[in-house]
């Protein structure tokens, strides 16, 4: 059986810290605001993996109250959270996503992102793409006030660990 979920992630923008996305540290003036390490790319994956699986929601399976997911690596969760899939009997079979932000252009890194992330989802990395937008200098991503992202993921049915 195949099945789809769909995840979204936004995260304030603010001074004083970085800028994770998929696991890649792009140079940025102004980073995410957020308890993990507010990576919105991989977030948005971890809810599209979920989704499709039946299991919930990433605030389900790490509570921003916890202080263990305090700067926690949020490839660190989606590997977490592909152990989880597969206990449930699921597993990934391919992922799209797109990052909207306004500045810096994201380039060449989403190729590094897309494997990062294809690493941490055990999927070659044409199973796994990565899209950037700009927010066309209107409303909150235009204005730089915010990093979005979103995902889709399909997962198949495997034979339970
Ligand atoms: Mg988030």
Redesign the pocket.
């Given at each position: 059986m195949i099945r789809f979920g769909i995840g979204t992630?936004?995260?304030r923008l603010g001074v004083g810290r970085k800028l994770i996305l998929g696991g890649v540290e792009v140079p940025s003036p102004k980073g995410a605001v957020?308890h993990?390490d507010?990576d919105?790319l991989t977030?948005a994956i971890i809810d599209a993996l979920l989704g499709a699986a039946g299991l919930g929601d990433?605030g389900h399976h790490f509570p921003d109250s916890d202080p263990k997911w305090k700067n926690a690596s949020s490839i660190e969760m989606l590997k977490k959270v592909v152990e989880t899939l597969g206990v449930s009997g699921y597993k990934p079979v391919n992922v799209d996503s797109t990052v909207h932000l306004e500045l810096p252009k994201l380039g060449r890194l989403k190729q590094e992102m897309t494997g990062k992330l294809a690493d941490a989802l055990g999927l070659p990395r044409h199973l796994v793409n990565v899209k950037a937008k700009s927010g066309e200098t209107v409303g909150t991503v235009g204005r730089g006030e915010v990093v979005e992202a979103i995902a889709v993921a399909q997962v198949e049915s495997i034979t339970p660990e």
């Open positions: 992630d936004r995260h957020g993990s507010a919105s977030h990433i």
